[in-house]
């Protein structure tokens, strides 16, 4: 029995290492890309997307949004293959109504693209012209995308858009997905490009969420305008804090009296 006890424990330790060692390898094959792989996926790209020129300079976009609300939209850049997280830029949505992931990037693009089209500072990150436009989305979203170019007349920009789904590249007027091998550099290095801007999308979300919430907690306290949000905010720091504040500290706060304190706890 306890030698059937020692084996499983020896089998359990052997597969823990043979797992670090596959863990090991991905985060070697990452590393890999990021560094002596990197000129050799910007030329596979270049080659699969046909594009016009080198993909050295890769804007991608992403929205994020639960049920339609505080939904914002990312770009980031990736230059020679390499995040530029200077140039990223984030986008609060401000026409879209509801749950409309199109319209929502349409917005997003338009902003942007505009500036592009009026502002001739090629040495700002802003209106620098990229190789390739990234879109994370399948047919739709670059659809999406393309209806803002052809109505900005940007047509010195390459568009193509990852789907997550099964990894396909589409870009415009060619109806067949492009499906590079999983072993491709290319392919990492849109998926990078693409998780990016879906994890920047996510934290500005966040963000925006949060205070979101703050500001709704307490405008539901009669008596606390924007100037007692703002100074209870800034002493006690969360919502939390001001729960968790005593009657005393919350009414020694500037602008504060008890009665107001008081109508505090009822509220929160």
């Known amino acids: 029995m306890q030698g059937d006890f020692q084996e499983h424990a020896v089998l359990l330790q052997k597969i823990g290492v043979e797992t ?6 991905e985060q070697l094959k990452i590393k890999q890309v990021e560094t ?3 000129q050799e996926a910007i030329e596979e790209l270049q080659e699969a997307l046909s594009l016009p020129r080198l993909p050295l300079r890769i804007e991608c976009y992403d929205i994020s949004n639960i049920q339609g609300t505080n939904a914002v939209g990312s770009m980031v850049v990736f230059e020679d293959g390499l ?9 609060k949505i401000k026409q879209v109504v509801g749950i409309d992931d199109y319209s ?9 693209f505009k500036r592009y089209k009026t502002d001739g500072r090629e040495t700002e990150g802003w209106t620098r012209q990229p ?6 989305g399948g047919k739709g979203h670059l659809g999406a995308a393309l209806q803002v170019f052809l109505e900005l007349g940007v047509d010195d920009v390459p568009l193509a858009s990852l789907a997550k789904e099964n990894e396909e590249l589409f870009v ?7 499906v590079l091998p999983r072993t491709s550099p290319a392919l990492f290095l849109l998926q990078r490009a693409r998780d990016e801007a879906h994890r ?33 905010l ?33 509220y929160l």
């Open 234 to 266: 800034r002493r006690f720091g969360s919502i939390s804090g001001i729960t968790e504040a005593s009657l005393e500290d919350l009414a020694s706060v500037p602008g504060m009296t008890l009665t107001l304190a008081r109508t505090i706890k009822e």
């Open 20 to 25: 670090c060692e596959v863990r090991g390898l």
């Open 172 to 178: 415009p007027y060619i109806p067949e997905a492009i």
């Open 104 to 112: 929502m990037m349409r917005e997003v693009l338009t902003r942007r």
């Open 36 to 38: 002596s792989n990197l």
């Open 83 to 91: 995040a530029k997280k200077g140039d990223y830029r984030r986008f």
């Open 200 to 232: 920047f999308a996510i934290t500005f979300h966040r963000e925006r969420r949060s205070k979101s919430s703050t500001k709704s907690a307490l405008d539901m306290v009669p008596g606390i305008g924007p100037k007692r949000r703002k100074m209870l």
């Open 131 to 136: 190789d390739l436009v990234l879109i994370d």
